[in-house]
């Protein structure tokens, strides 16, 4: 599956970004799919994952309360919605696909090019 994020940007602390990531092909409801960041000079980290159908979610405890993973899988599309950003949120953000419910990167077979996310005043 062929990976495509998208909705990075410049945004204040406290504001709201919604990260957006296009599948190709017409199996992407047999992926797990995942959101990742990497802040520069730091590893890549786990940020929230979403099963299949979609009924599941787990999240990194630094985005608990604050960000949403979702999917439409009629879309072919997987959603972060993150609310209350904060400085230390900045980075680019990678979306991946895989069949095991995980949360280490090398869990996840397919990876989208990332969106990078400044949060700044």
């Known amino acids: 599956v062929q990976l495509q994020a998208s909705g990075g940007g410049f945004v204040q602390p406290g504001g709201s970004l919604t990260l957006s990531c296009a599948a190709s092909g017409r199996t992407f409801s047999s992926y797990v799919m995942g959101w990742f960041r990497q802040a520069p000079g730091k590893e890549r980290e786990f940020v929230a994952r979403i099963s299949k159908s979609g009924g599941m979610t787990y999240y990194a405890d630094s985005v608990t309360g604050r960000f949403t993973i979702s999917r439409n899988n009629a879309k072919n599309t997987v959603y972060l919605q993150m609310n209350s950003l904060k400085p230390e949120d900045t980075a680019a953000y990678y979306c991946?696909?895989?069949?095991?419910?995980?949360?280490?990167?090398?869990?996840?077979?397919?990876w989208g090019q990332g969106t990078l996310v400044t949060v700044s005043s």
């Open positions: 991946a696909a895989g069949v095991i419910f995980g949360r280490r990167p090398d869990e996840y077979d397919s």
